[in-house]
């Protein structure tokens, strides 16, 4: 079937003011399991929202045609470090909770520690999560990732000083260890030198293949 027709992504921004994650209110407390509910279609969700790494609410389930859909989307609105400042998603983002776990963690665990130099992370600015779209827009290619809520495109990271992309020369040390990391715990990881449509942006998912193979293509300034 047809994919829908989509506008194209966005274009990387100038610096913009960044939302409060903080309208998303506190997480819900936490209850006991109710043996009667249904079976959660994503069990990774409910420790996601519960864990307080990351401030989030649930989605609607989408299913468009037959091909796009997420059964328990997340909109990420923040990842909160272990000092406990949020790190702002420009804008918020709709994924599929394991996406949101396995970013989360990079965020906390490899960028914020890789980027300390540049001051304190404020904000990641993203171009597109969740889209029903083929791969680079194609007609004819495969389902993209981002039609399965199973990816992200990260545009830059904003500290209070500046904002820091994937081709600035001027932190090739802090950008080698993000793609170092990055490559590490992201199935896929598509950036500058990878094709025409990730010059600006930074592309990372969790496709499954056979065996567990990786794609990291980012080329370094």
Same mark, same amino acid.
């Given at each position: =079937?047809?994919?829908?027709?989509?506008?194209?992504?966005?274009?990387?921004? *100038?610096? &913009?003011?960044?939302? $409060?994650?903080?309208?998303?209110?506190?997480?819900?407390? $936490?209850?006991?399991?109710?043996?009667?509910?249904?079976?959660?279609?994503?069990?990774?969700?409910?420790?996601?929202?519960?864990?307080?790494?990351?401030?989030?609410?649930?989605?609607?389930?989408?299913?468009?045609?037959?091909?796009?859909?997420?059964?328990?989307?997340?909109?990420?609105?923040?990842?909160?470090?272990?000092?406990?400042?949020?790190? !702002?998603?420009?804008?918020?983002?709709? =994924?599929?909770?394991?996406?949101?776990?396995?970013?989360?963690? @990079?965020?906390?665990?490899?960028? &914020?520690?890789?980027? !300390?130099?540049?001051?304190?992370?404020?904000?990641? +600015?993203?171009?597109?999560?969740?889209?029903?779209? %083929?791969? %680079?827009?194609?007609?004819?290619?495969?389902?993209?990732?981002? +039609? $399965? *809520? %199973?990816?992200?495109?990260?545009?830059?990271? $904003?500290?209070?000083?500046?904002?820091?992309? @994937?081709?600035?020369? *001027? &932190?090739?040390?802090?950008? !080698?260890?993000?793609?170092?990391? !990055?490559?590490?715990?992201? +199935?896929?990881?598509?950036?500058?030198? &990878?094709? +025409?449509?990730?010059?600006?942006?930074?592309?990372?998912?969790?496709?499954?293949?056979? %065996?567990?193979?990786?794609?990291?293509?980012?080329?370094?300034?």
């Amino acid at each position: =079937m047809p994919l829908p027709s989509v506008p194209p992504r966005p274009e990387a921004a *100038g610096a &913009a003011p960044l939302p $409060r994650a903080e309208a998303f209110g506190p997480p819900p407390p $936490r209850r006991a399991p109710d043996p009667d509910a249904p079976p959660d279609p994503d069990p990774v969700c409910g420790p996601l929202l519960a864990g307080g790494k990351v401030v989030a609410r649930p989605a609607a389930a989408i299913a468009e045609g037959d091909a796009c859909g997420v059964a328990a989307p997340v909109t990420l609105a923040a990842v909160v470090l272990r000092g406990g400042r949020q790190v !702002a998603l420009v804008p918020p983002a709709v =994924m599929r909770c394991d996406l949101a776990d396995r970013l989360a963690d @990079w965020v906390r665990d490899d960028v &914020a520690p890789a980027t !300390a130099a540049e001051g304190d992370l404020l904000g990641i +600015a993203d171009a597109a999560a969740y889209v029903c779209r %083929n791969r %680079n827009w194609a007609a004819g290619a495969r389902v993209s990732e981002h +039609a $399965r *809520g %199973n990816a992200i495109d990260i545009l830059a990271f $904003r500290f209070a000083r500046r904002t820091v992309g @994937w081709k600035d020369p *001027g &932190a090739r040390d802090v950008l !080698a260890a993000l793609r170092a990391s !990055a490559c590490a715990r992201f +199935a896929t990881v598509l950036g500058p030198g &990878a094709d +025409a449509f990730h010059e600006t942006d930074l592309h990372v998912d969790l496709e499954h293949r056979r %065996n567990g193979f990786k794609l990291c293509q980012w080329t370094l300034p």
